[in-house]
């Protein structure tokens, strides 16, 4: 079967922009983009056991597809003819596609968060999350902390001042959770992150962060599948945004933000 034919099967359609939702004119890294954040929804390592073998072929038609975007000659023969060559129709078996992930996507290092976290902090990105964050969660700070990146307590002072500015100016609404939230809720907060912390310092005696060749697949399987989730989002996230060969001002959406989790063993 071929490329357009397996994107009508497992994505709905054979037009390639659609399959990565983008538009026809989308840059080369908004591609990337895309191919990364849907690729991360499909990936063999990342599904339950009786989603794999679906799972494995809609990464590899993921593959194929942001093999043909991202090449200049094969996307203009597509934009032109509106079909791909018949070499990429055997392309989709012949090739391991998750070889081809790891080379797009880059291990990251401690110094990477660091950088990353610098230029996120009072960016335009970060009110954006908080706003989203806020209205998601109804102005519960709970669930702010929890899908905000870097939201820590000694940030809350600085984030109330930014959300309390958009409550004053109507650009979001009040909700009591938030303009009188009890003291009880908030020390259980910190208490929690307190905790989380320790959690962190443990673990990070544990693993050495891009140490070995699969060192990030390895965290991934090794941490408590409750908060595999949120914390793989940011890496992988990190690791898209750091494997770019340009200036460090693109920005990468986060979609939540962990800070700790305990090493599982097999």
């Not at 003819?81 to 990429?88: E, H, I, Y």
């Not at 996507?105 to 110094?111: A, L, N, S, W, Y």
């Not at 908080?130 to 102005?139: M, W």
Request: some cysteine.
């Amino acid at each position: 079967m071929g490329l357009l034919q397996l994107c009508e099967k497992y994505y709905n359609s054979s037009n390639l922009y659609e399959v990565l939702q983008i538009s026809e004119k989308a840059s080369e890294n908004e591609v990337k983009k895309a191919y990364h954040k849907l690729s991360l929804k499909v990936h063999p390592d990342r599904v339950k056991d009786d989603e794999k073998i679906e799972a494995t072929e809609k990464f590899k038609v993921l593959g194929a597809v942001h093999a043909i975007l991202s090449d200049k000659e094969k996307r203009e023969l597509y934009d032109t003819t509106n079909s791909v060559d018949d070499d990429n129709d055997n392309v989709v078996e012949d090739r391991d596609w998750s070889v081809y992930w790891r080379g797009l996507f880059k291990k990251i290092t401690e110094e990477d968060i660091v950088a990353y976290e610098k230029e996120y902090i009072g960016s335009e990105e970060e009110k954006k999350d908080l706003k989203n964050a806020y209205l998601a969660g109804k102005g519960d700070l709970d669930y702010i902390v929890d899908h905000v990146q870097f939201a820590r307590s000694e940030q809350e002072s600085r984030l109330r001042g930014i959300l309390t500015d958009m409550i004053d100016q109507g650009e979001i609404p009040s909700y009591k959770i938030f303009t009188h939230e009890p003291a009880k809720k908030r020390r259980r907060r910190h208490a929690k992150e307190n905790c989380e912390a320790q959690e962190a310092e443990e673990y990070k005696k544990e693993l050495v962060l891009n140490s070995g060749e699969n060192s990030l697949e390895l965290m991934i399987k090794q941490r408590q599948e409750s908060r595999v989730k949120r914390m793989d989002s940011f890496l992988d996230n990190l690791a898209a945004k750091y494997s770019e060969n340009k200036p460090k001002t693109a920005k990468r959406k986060v979609a939540s933000k962990e800070t700790a989790a305990k090493k599982r063993r097999k």
